[in-house]
C-alpha cells in the first residue's frame, strides 16, 4: 500500500498570467482512494489534467511508478485514464460500440470476461437498454456513466475523475463509490476531484488545493468516522469552510 | 404591447452584440465611446455601402454588356418559369420550420404565455428585410442583362414579389407547426403537388402573382404590377398575422434546437464551418437508429469494420470522397495541359474551400479529443495510417475508375498516374502534418484543411512551373519523409 505510485513534484500549471497550479508536491500510493477538494479554480482539474497527460506542466515533475512522465510518456498515459466533467463521443458509434472500440484498441476484444463485466456495469448503471443508442441522444448523466464504462475497462493503474458523482443519480453515486472502493482494493489508484460524496464507501484520504496551493493533506478518518453522527455527504463542505477559513483568517462555525 | 417592448429590446440588444463584434474586428473600441469612435464607425459604414454600390453597379454594367433583349418567345414563356419558381418558393418554405429560436429565446420566451405573435414578428421583419434587399440586387442584375427598363425597378418588383410568395409560404408552415402531436410531414409533397395541379387547371395568367412581375416587361404598366405585387404580398402577411397565434411554441422548440446550438457558437461561426457541420451532423445522427454491428475479429477488421458502418450510417461521406476524386482528377487534368498555365490557381482557390472533404475526419476525431484519445494506445503516426488508409483507397480507387470512365481525360501514363497519388498523398498528409504539430503544442486539431491546400497548391505550383507533372512528385516524396520519421521515432505519441 505505501509504495508510491504517483509522484508530484513542485508541479506548477500556467496558463498565460493565470497560476492554476503553482509548486505542488503529492505522492499517492498504490491503491489508495483520493478525494480531491477546493473551491472554483483550486486547480483541481488542472492537477488531473496534468495527470493524466492531456496537459503538460510549466514546471516541476510527475513520476508515476518511479519512472518519469515525459520520458516514458506514451507508455504511462496508457496507465492512465482521466473522465472529465464533459467527456466526448464518438458521433457515429452506438454505447456499446465505445466499448467495443475500447476493447478492440487494447487488444482486448476477445476477453469474455471483460464483456460480462462492461454488461454487468451497464446493467448497473440502468443504461442497459440503451447499449443500442447513440451517446449524443444521451443525458448528461448517462454519457457519464458510459465514460466511466470505458475508462474502467482498460484496467488503469491510476484512475481519475472530475466531478464523476455530480451528474449521478443517488443509487448510480453509491454503485461508483463502492467499485472505486474496490478498485483501490485492486491496486488502483484513484483520485477525485468532488464536492459530493455518497455516504457510504468513503476514501481514505482527503487533499484539498487552495489557489493552486496544497491546503490540506489528511486520511479521512482523522476528521470522519463511521459512529460519527455527521453524515459523510457533508464532510467536503465541511472541511472546505474550516480550511478556507483558516487560511484566510475568518470566523467559522 | 409591454410584452412588444420587451422583445424588441432583447432582439436590438442582440444584434447590437453581432455588430459592435464585427466593428471591434475593424477597429472600433466599444469600451470607450466618443464621438471620434462614432465617426469611425460611419466611415466604415460608408466604405462599406460604397463598396456594395460600386460592385452592384460594376455586375449590372457587365450584365448588360453580356446579356441582351428578351425575345418574343421568351417573354411569352417567363410567366410559367416565374409561376414554377414561386411554387418552389413556397415549397420550400412549407417544409422548414417557419421560426426559429435562439438559446434564451427557447429556454424563457417559448414556455412563456407571450402572444406567438411577437416572436412570428420579430423573426419575419429582418428576414424579409434581408430578403429583399438579396432579390432586388440580383433581380436588378438579371433585369440589367435582359435589357429591361428601370432594371432596379423590375428588380424591387421581383423582390416584393419574393416576399409575397414567401409569406403564404412562411403563414403554411406556421399552419403546419400548429398541430399539438407535431408538424405534419410530408405536406410540402402535397403543397407542391397541388399547386403544380392547379397550374395545369388554371393556366390563365391573370390568376398568378407572377402575371405582374411581366407587366412592365409586356405593357410598360409599372403602377399596376406594383398594386397587384403590394395586393398579394399583403395577403400573404394577412395570411401570417391569421396563423401566427396558432403555432404550437413545442414544435418551434424541437426544430429550433440545431439553429440555436449553431447561434450559441456565436462569432466562432463564422471562421469555423467545421464545427456547425458538426452540430449538424450530430443533430442528423441522433434522430436516427445506428444501422448495422461493427464486425467480429481482429482490430484491423475493427477498424476497418468502423469505417465501412461509419459511411453507412453518414452517407454523406461517400458523397464527398466522391467529390474529392473528381476534384484531383481535376486537377490531373489542369496540370496536364500546358496551355492552361495558370488555372491550377483556380483550383487551388477551389481546394482552400473544399474543407469538407477532409481525409482525416477519422483520425481528428480519435486524436482531436483527449478523452477519445486516451483509449488509443498506438502513436499518433500509427493512428494516422489506420485511421485515414480506407478513405485514401477509396478515394484514389475513385479518381482512378473516373479517370477510365469519364470521356474527357489525359493519357494513362505511368507518370500521371503517380501524379494523381501523389496530390491524394498530398491532399492526406497536408493535413495530417499540421493535426500532428497541433496536437503537439496545444490540443487544437481547427484550420488544418490549410496543411492540405498548401501541399496540393505547392505541387501544382512546381508541376506548372517546371512544365512536367512528374517534377511535382517532389512535394508528397518529402512529407512521406517527413511522415516515414515520425513512424520509425514514435516520437508523435
Known sequence: MDELRLQVEDLTVQYGAYTAIAGLNLGIPRGQYVVLIGENGAGKSSLL??????????????????????????ALRAQVKLVPDTPAFYPELNAWEHVDLVMSAHRRRRDEDLRREARSWFDAFGIDRSREAYPSSFSRGMQYKLAIIMSILTRPNVLLLDEPYGPLDPASQSYLAGQLTQLAAMGVSIIVSTHLLPNEHPPERVIMLDQGSLALDIPLSEKWNPESDVPLALIPEQLLRQVLAERRGLPHE | MNELIAVGRIRYRRSRAQWFYWLKVLGVDDQKPDIWQSLYALYLLAIVCGWVVLSWAGIVSIAHYLGGPVSALWLHRLPLIFTLVAI?????????????????????????????????????????????????????????????????????????????????????????????????????????????????????????????????????????????????????????????????????????????????????????????QELRQKAVLSRRRPWGRLPEGSSRWWELGRWFWSMVRMPGQILRFFELSLFLRAGLLLASDRRISLAWLIWVFVAYWFRRASLSRWFR?????????????????????????????????IAVAAWVILPAG???????????IGLAVSWWLGEAVLIIRQIDNDGRTDGAHLGSVVAVGAMMFVGAQLHHPGAALAVPII???????????????
Open chain 2, 410 to 420: 489525359t493519357e494513362f501514363t505511368l507518370t500521371h498516374l503517380l501524379f494523381l
Open chain 2, 88 to 276: 418552389l418558393v413556397v415549397t420550400w418554405q412549407v417544409a422548414r420550420i417557419p421560426l426559429r429560436l435562439g438559446h434564451g429565446d427557447l429556454e424563457w420566451l417559448a414556455p412563456s404565455p407571450i402572444s406567438r405573435r411577437i416572436p412570428v414578428l420579430f423573426d419575419l421583419i429582418p428576414k424579409q428585410a434581408v430578403r429583399l434587399m438579396m432579390i432586388t440586387l440580383i433581380g436588378s442584375v438579371l433585369a440589367s442583362a435582359i435589357h429591361a427598363p428601370q432594371y432596379l425597378g423590375l428588380g424591387l418588383l421581383v423582390g416584393l414579389w419574393w416576399l409575397a410568395m414567401e409569406s403564404f409560404g412562411y403563414a403554411a408552415s406556421l399552419w403546419r407547426a400548429s398541430r399539438p402531436r407535431g408538424p405534419l410531414p410530408g405536406l410540402w409533397i402535397a403543397v407542391l403537388l397541388g399547386l403544380v395541379g392547379l397550374l395545369s387547371v388554371l393556366r390563365a395568367p391573370m390568376v398568378w402573382p407572377s402575371h405582374f412581375v411581366i407587366l412592365p416587361l409586356t405593357e410598360h404598366a409599372w403602377q399596376t404590377a406594383f398594386m397587384g405585387v403590394g395586393a398579394w404580398l399583403i395577403a400573404g402577411w394577412l395570411a401570417i398575422w391569421l396563423a401566427a397565434p396558432s403555432v404550437h411554441m413545442l414544435t418551434i422548440q424541437k426544430g429550433s434546437v440545431l439553429y440555436a446550438d449553431i447561434r450559441g457558437l456565436g462569432t466562432r461561426y463564422a471562421p469555423n464551418p467545421g464545427l456547425v
Open chain 2, 365 to 397: 476525431t480519435d486524436v482531436g479529443d483527449p478523452f477519445i484519445r486516451q483509449f488509443w494506445p498506438d502513436t499518433l503516426a500509427h493512428r494516422l495510417v489506420w485511421s485515414t488508409l480506407h478513405p485514401l483507397l477509396w478515394v484514389l480507387a
Open chain 2, 479 to 493: 512529407l512521406l519523409l517527413w511522415f516515414f520519421g515520425q513512424w520509425q521515432t514514435g516520437s508523435a505519441s
Open chain 1, 49 to 74: 489534467k496534468c495527470v493524466g497527460g492531456w496537459i503538460r506542466p510549466s514546471q516541476g515533475s510527475l513520476r508515476m511508478d518511479g519512472q518519469l512522465f515525459e520520458e516514458h510518456e506514451r
